[in-house]
């Protein structure tokens, strides 16, 4: 079993930034892929980005590509989102997942590819 618990959301200018963390708890999150999902009002979840258990590979959506970046510490099951350059666009709730450990294969941007979710962190961004 795998607990998650997002941090760091809040209210940015367009052009400013913000760091998301995503603290885990539970063996599995240490063998497991994971990633940061958002959903925007009368939206579906879409995906941000996700990361190895290793964090040697990466996955970025192409919205976000070049303006954020994701990082995880292996030994303290940490999670962050760096999110730079914000655009009103990137309001949303943001949501930490990880797949059930030991992951391995492709990464993957399919919301339903993952096991276990946060309770979500609201990014707003005004313009």
């Known amino acids: 079993q795998v607990q998650l618990v997002e941090s760091g959301g809040g209210l940015v200018q367009a052009g400013g930034s913000l760091t998301l963390s995503c603290a885990a708890s539970?063996?599995?999150?240490?063998?497991?892929?994971a990633g940061w999902f958002r959903q925007a009002p009368g939206k579906e979840r879409e995906f941000v980005a996700a990361?190895?258990?290793?964090?040697?590979?990466?996955l970025y959506a192409d919205s976000v590509k070049g303006r954020f970046t994701i990082s995880r510490v292996y030994s303290e099951n940490i999670m962050d989102l760096q999110m730079n350059n914000l655009e009103p666009e990137d309001t949303a709730v943001y949501y930490c997942?990880?797949?059930?450990?030991?992951?391995?294969?492709?990464?993957?941007?399919?919301?339903?590819?993952?096991?276990?979710w946060g309770q979500g962190t609201q990014v707003t961004v005004s313009s």
């Open positions: 990361i190895t258990w290793s964090g040697s590979a990466t």
């Open positions: 539970g063996r599995d999150f240490i063998s497991a892929y």
């Open positions: 997942a990880s797949e059930k450990g030991p992951t391995m294969g492709p990464l993957l941007s399919d919301p339903s590819g993952y096991d276990y």
